[in-house]
């Protein structure tokens, strides 16, 4: 789904009704800019400019004149400048544009309100997921102001929305092959190379991959995408495929399992990543690469005990078939690490204590790379994705030794899950490459200004302002 959401001012072609984000400080001074009619309005109505309060305002005739938008007190936990996303859903048909004469009335040091950011905000917001079920379309539009690069907004939306949709797809329509699809799809868009590994090769060349789809009925597969002047700097993106988690033999308890058609959430979130970077033609040669398997139960699974060497040639004891997701990883991580790319980035759904340490909305980051980890979280504080450094401390690394093979895929502890999935990952990636691990969780729980509930594209508006700033054309 591509947004129509946001508009060029040329696109509009005619007036757009006037939004004025407000504080509770501003409003009365905004108010005293507009006729008596809204005024008084306003006032009947109680409006506060509490955070997300939005409020329409009549005309002399009745008409649809101005819209009030409140951006809350400086210290209300709802104040974000990706709150104006809320309009989209809030605003009745019609063209709308922000007022950004209001602007000067804010506090230097307070500026609650950034266009850039409400635009996007406002894009993202107007997400909806309709494969299965009609939902009434949009009718408000935005008009972005001459300053803002509605292209720019356009990728951004576009990459997100992409993985939205297919993390909201469900596992029933979303097999290996299908995940595959989707990444064939936006190859061909962009002039991509694409292929697959399977079957016999997909053994040889990627044992864990194999060993942790071969239950299920839908082949696993390693789909492999690369893109741009192989003479420019290298960024590979590893993004974990489980297209449904039942945890393998060491089953899922049915709570545990409801959501586990988003275990390919970092295969969503690198595609959605991907799509950014071709369609702004950044000067890097881009690979992406995604095991996609689904980890299932039936006599062909493999088993808590098994040994099996890794495309690395490291032996790993299987210690639970629910901690799939490093496996797949592990050989695809392996393969990209074979090129020495100048940047490694992992992305998945990987632990249930990533969840238990920063709860939903936070991406855990774990790098060796404090240049690269600087750099990530400026990007996240400005975009307001947010990222959080967690450790990868060494001296856990330990947890994973195993007495009858190389390694073991588990600490067997239950501390620091997060970080020994993470530390886990490291030992099939070259100390001298620079690697950075974003553990997502790939959903909200609940509606946001900027995004329904359901697939949530995480960190990769964060990853894409970085590499930008890193590889743009400037
Ligand atoms: N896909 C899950 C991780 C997950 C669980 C993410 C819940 C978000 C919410 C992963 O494959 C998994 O099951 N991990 C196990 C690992 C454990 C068996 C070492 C976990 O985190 O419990
Ligand atoms: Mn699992
Ligand atoms: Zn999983």
């Known amino acids: 789904m591509v947004t129509d959401a946001i508009l060029s001012p040329g696109e509009a072609g005619g007036p757009a009704i006037p939004v004025h984000p407000v504080t509770p400080d ?20 109680g409006f506060t400019a509490e955070a997300g309060q939005t409020l329409c305002l009549p005309g002399d005739t009745g008409s649809l004149a101005a819209v009030l938008f409140g951006l809350g007190s400086a210290n209300a936990p709802a104040r974000s400048p990706l709150l104006p996303g809320k309009l989209a859903k809030a605003l009745p048909a019609g063209n709308f544009r922000f007022d950004e ?19 996007l905000a406002f894009a993202l917001g107007a997400y909806r997921f309709d494969a299965y079920k009609k939902v009434p379309p949009l009718r408000s539009h935005l008009v972005a102001g001459p300053q803002i690069d509605t292209e720019e907004i356009r990728r951004i939306t576009d990459g997100v929305y992409r993985a939205r949709d297919l993390i909201n797809r469900p596992a029933n329509d979303l097999g290996p092959a299908e995940l595959a699809g989707a990444v064939e799809s936006l190859a061909s868009v962009h002039g991509a190379k694409f292929h697959t590994v399977t079957g016999a090769d997909l053994e040889t060349e990627y044992p864990l991959v194999h060993a942790v789809g071969a239950a299920s009925d839908r082949a696993p597969l390693l789909a492999d995408m690369t893109w741009g002047d192989p003479a420019h700097p290298k960024i590979t ?30 295969a969503a979130a690198t595609i959605g990543l991907a799509s950014m970077i071709m369609d702004a033609g950044l000067p890097v040669r881009l690979r992406v690469l995604i095991p996609a398997v689904e980890n299932a139960v039936s006599g062909r699974a493999f088993r808590p005990g098994d040994i099996f060497k890794s ?17 797949v990883l592990a050989d695809a991580l392996a393969r990209a690490d074979e090129e020495a790319p100048d940047l490694l980035v992992s992305m998945a759904t990987l632990t249930g204590a990533a969840r238990v340490a920063v709860g939903p909305d936070l ?30 401390w060494r001296p856990y690394d330990k947890w994973l030794d195993s007495k009858v ?59 894409f302002d970085c590499l930008s700033r890193r590889y743009g054309k400037a």
Do not use: C
């Open 311 to 327: 495309r690395k040639g490291l032996t790993v004891e299987i210690g639970n078939t629910d901690a799939e997701g490093r496996l």
């Open 405 to 463: 093979a190389d390694l073991s895929h588990i600490g067997g502890k239950a501390f620091a899950g997060a970080s020994i999935a993470a530390l886990f990952l490291n030992r099939f990636v070259d100390a001298g490459t620079t690697y950075a691990h974003f553990d997502i969780y790939g959903w909200a729980p609940e509606a946001r200004p900027w995004a329904p509930a359901g697939g949530d594209a995480q960190a990769i508006r964060s990853l």
């Open 101 to 119: 004469g209001t602007q000067g009335l804010f506090d230097a040091d307070d500026q609650p309100f950034d266009p850039r950011l409400a635009t």
């Open 363 to 392: 991406v855990p980051l774990f790098s060796h790379d404090d240049g690269f980890v600087a750099d990530i979280l400026a990007s996240a504080e400005a975009q307001y994705d947010p990222v959080w450094r967690l450790p990868l």
């Open 26 to 45: 501003t409003v009365a001074r905004v108010l005293e800019t507009l006729p008596e009619t809204a005024r008084t309005y306003a006032g009947i109505m």
């Open 237 to 266: 993106l590893v993004g974990k495929g489980v297209v449904f988690d039942t945890g393998g033999l060491d089953l899922k308890p049915a709570a545990g399992m409801a959501l586990m058609k988003k275990d390919m959430g970092g």
